[in-house]
């Protein structure tokens, strides 16, 4: 079995949520001051980037992420190269696929 990591990696600009916080990420210690180490902290809206809705989302009185099982969280996926990510076409939805399995 092949496994692809599909999460993008969280930065400074990236597209998110309409309203949602966009995220920032401050060196709190880092070798360029002169530090023994790189310290950053984060601050995002948790629907950032590549992420998975909790059961409370969604549904009043749910679980949450902890409650699923790590099996719910690998299987069959499509992966579909997307042109102009501003505008998903229709046409781009239908027959363009790489057969993977997605999980990590």
């Known amino acids: 079995m092949s496994l692809i990591d599909l999460t993008i990696p969280i ?3 990236m597209l998110v949520w309409p309203d949602d916080s966009a995220p920032r990420l401050r060196y709190e ?3 360029e001051a002169g530090d023994r180490n ?3 902290s984060v601050a995002m809206g948790l629907h950032t980037g590549t992420h998975m809705d909790a059961p409370k989302h969604f549904v009043s009185g749910a ?3 902890e409650t699923l099982s790590l099996d719910t969280l690998i299987g069959p996926v499509r992966v579909i190269e997307i042109e102009n990510p501003d ?3 229709a046409g781009e939805l239908r027959g363009k696929t790489s057969p993977a399995r997605s999980g990590f």
């Open 29 to 31: 210690r880092s070798f």
């Open 87 to 89: 505008r998903v076409e």
């Open 38 to 40: 790189n310290v950053t």
């Open 11 to 13: 930065r400074e600009g």
């Open 63 to 65: 679980g949450g992420m």
